[in-house]
C-alpha cells in the first residue's frame, strides 16, 4: 500500500533550465508525452532540492524526514480523456537518503537512485555536486542570487517563467516494471522563486554529445526556492502498451555509461 499524501518543507530547491532542440529531446520521452515548447524550445532541466520535516499529514513534524535530491526533468504534454495536460517527464531521481531509495516506487512514487552530495551555501550564494554511487549522474553547479532571468532566455521575465513551472506540477517517471509511469504531484502553499546567475552549470547528461549533438542544447535559467510548505499528491499510473516498453526503457538516464563530463553551461 502507497502513500497517497506526504507533506514537509523545500528548505530549498534549484531549477537549473536549458533550452533544447525539440528534435534531440523527444528521443528520450517515451509515449504518451510529448516536449512542451517554448518559443520554439524543449524545456528540460535539474531539479535540486533539499526536503525537510517530510512526513505522513498524520506524523508530527518532530518525526520529519530530510534528504537531498535531484531529479533531471523534461517539460512535456500529454493527452488525459482528450484533454491536453501540462506537466514533467522524469527519466531519473537521484537521493542521499536510504529510506528515499528503499521506498521510492514501493510505499511512494518514484523511484529513487542513491547519491552523494556535497553542499555550500550562504544567503546569496550556493554551491552543489551531486554524483550517483552507481556513476550515471554527476551535477556541478554554482550560483548567487540575481535581480533577474538572462536576457537571452526563451521566457520574457521572472514572472512568465516562474508561472510555466508552478502549472507544470505533476510530474512522470518510470516504474520499477517497465512500461509504466509513477505520477506524483507538487502542491505549494507559498510559491516563490527568485532568479539565480550561474557561474558553472555542468551535467553528466546534458553535456554528453553521444546525447546531444554540439548546439543542441543551452543553458537558458535558474531559479531558486527557499522555505516553501508543501505536499505531494500521488496520482494514478500511466501505462504503456507493450509495443512501447523499449522506449520506457530508453528514457532512463544512465543508460549510455558512465559520466561524460564534456562541455559547461557557465554564466
Known amino acids: 500500500m502507497r502513500i497517497p499524501v506526504v507533506r514537509g518543507v523545500i528548505d530549498r530547491r534549484i531549477l537549473v533550465n536549458f533550452r533544447v ?4 529531446l523527444r528521443k528520450f520521452l517515451p509515449p504518451p508525452f510529448e516536449p512542451q515548447l517554448v518559443n520554439g524550445f524543449a524545456i528540460a532541466g535539474i531539479c535540486l532540492i533539499r526536503l525537510k520535516d517530510l512526513r505522513p499529514p498524520w506524523v508530527p513534524r518532530v518525526l520529519g524526514h530530510s534528504s537531498e535530491n535531484a531529479a533531471h526533468r523534461i517539460a512535456v504534454t500529454w493527452k488525459d480523456k482528450g484533454e491536453l495536460r501540462h506537466g514533467v517527464f522524469i527519466p531519473r531521481r537521484d537521493t542521499s537518503s536510504r529510506l528515499n531509495a528503499l ?11 542513491l547519491a552523494d552530495f556535497e553542499v555550500h551555501e550562504s544567503a546569496d550564494r550556493i554551491e552543489l555536486k551531486m554524483t550517483s554511487r552507481d556513476r550515471s549522474a554527476h551535477v556541478n553547479v554554482a550560483g548567487e542570487i540575481a535581480s533577474e532571468i538572462p536576457h537571452e532566455s526563451v521566457f520574457s521575465s521572472l514572472k512568465d517563467v516562474s508561472a510555466f513551472f508552478e502549472v507544470g506540477s505533476v510530474g512522470y517517471s518510470p516504474r520499477r516494471r517497465d512500461g ?8 505549494t502553499f507559498n510559491w516563490q522563486v527568485e532568479p539565480l546567475a550561474m557561474h558553472r552549470v555542468e551535467s553528466s547528461f546534458f553535456d554528453d554529445p553521444n546525447r546531444f549533438p554540439e548546439g543542441s542544447v543551452q543553458f537558458d ?10 505536499q505531494w499528491h ?18 532512463r538516464l544512465g543508460a549510455s555509461g558512465p559520466p561524460n563530463l564534456g562541455r559547461q553551461h557557465g554564466r
Open 21 to 24: 532542440d525539440a528534435v534531440s
Open 103 to 113: 521506498a521510492g516506487g514501493r510505499l511512494f512514487p518514484g523511484v529513487h537512485h
Open 221 to 230: 535559467n535558474a531559479l531558486l526556492m527557499r522555505g516553501i510548505e508543501h
Open 180 to 187: 509504466e509511469f509513477d505520477g506524483l504531484e507538487l502542491r
Open 234 to 251: 500521488s496520482h494514478k499510473p500511466i501505462c504503456c502498451s507493450a509495443g512501447q516498453k523499449t522506449s520506457s526503457e530508453q528514457a
